[in-house]
């Protein structure tokens, strides 16, 4: 059983920081990119940024760029999103997932997904 468990969501201000968590087991990582998506209300799933697992590649959607960054952990089965100068427009649910083939941009593309984070932030 494959499981992803996100972390680290919570209410913020304007221009402040979060750090994001996604742990990861039931089985060997090593062959799968890892990404973040997120979820605003009423709104269909972003992609926010993708990882390989060992972290020689990193892609970022255009409106974080600059501002978020995706690492990983291999030691821990642990990938990270760093939030900084966040803005309300990234409120949202977000979400962990994995891919071992595929389009990073496309949700289409990964086979397994964690719950979900909220992400709120105030003006």
């Known amino acids: 059983q494959v499981q992803l468990v996100e972390s680290g969501g919570e209410l913020v201000q304007a221009g402040g920081s979060l750090r994001l968590s996604c742990a990861a087991s039931g089985r060997t990582f090593s062959s799968y990119a890892m990404a973040w998506f997120r979820q605003p209300p009423g709104k269909e799933r972003e992609f926010v940024a993708s990882?390989?697992?060992?972290?020689?590649?990193?892609y970022y959607g255009d409106s974080v760029k600059g501002r978020f960054t995706i690492s990983s952990d291999n030691a821990k089965n642990t990938v990270y999103l760093q939030m900084n100068r966040l803005k309300p427009e990234d409120t949202a649910v977000y979400y962990c997932a994995a891919r071992d083939s595929g389009s990073y941009e496309s949700p289409i593309s990964y086979k397994y997904w964690g719950q979900g984070t909220q992400v709120t932030v105030s003006s």
């Open positions: 990882i390989s697992w060992r972290g020689t590649w990193t």
